[in-house]
């Protein structure tokens, strides 16, 4: 559905903190489905932890939040002059480590959207696994200059 060159071009991550790599679904306005291919490379795992390296449960986070973004960002005029910030998360667990060699697959769906805020459902998986689930408020701001 969208490669991670048309995601470069929606969000404004770069390595280390891009943390989508494709999108496999996309229904605009109501939900996404993305993928973070987590690779033993990945600059996090040097200090988390060494000899048993897990990715941090907020980064699963921010991947999902990433991938909400794009939902949003694909449509928005003027999406170089906007950011997605968070503004809270709420009822996240995390039930499933998540390591090096595994393929994350964010499901998120969107609960409330307003004009500058959107609240979002994230559900993360290893395989059919769920690895963390969490609720993001996110607010749209201007970039500064």
Not at 69 to 91: H, N, T
Not at 127 to 132: I, K, L, N, R, W
Request: aromatic residues 6%; hydrophobic residues 45%; glycine residues 8%.
């Amino acid at each position: 559905m969208m490669t991670i060159t048309e995601i470069m071009k929606l969000l404004p991550h770069r390595y280390p903190m891009l943390l989508v790599d494709r999108i496999l679904e996309l229904e605009p306005g109501k939900r996404i489905v993305g993928l973070k291919n987590v690779s033993a490379n990945e600059q996090f795992f040097q200090g988390h932890f060494p000899g048993a390296p897990v990715m941090p449960g907020v980064l699963i986070i921010e991947a999902m939040a990433q991938t909400g973004a794009v939902l949003f960002l694909r449509d928005l005029p003027d999406r170089e002059k906007k950011l997605f910030l968070f503004g809270g998360v709420d009822k996240a667990r995390f039930r499933k480590p998540v390591m090096p060699g595994d393929q994350l697959t964010m499901e998120i769906e969107v609960l409330q959207k307003r004009a500058s805020t959107v609240k979002l459902r994230g559900v993360a998986r290893v395989g059919t696994e769920m690895a963390a689930e969490a609720e993001m408020l996110s607010v749209m701001v201007d970039r500064p200059e």
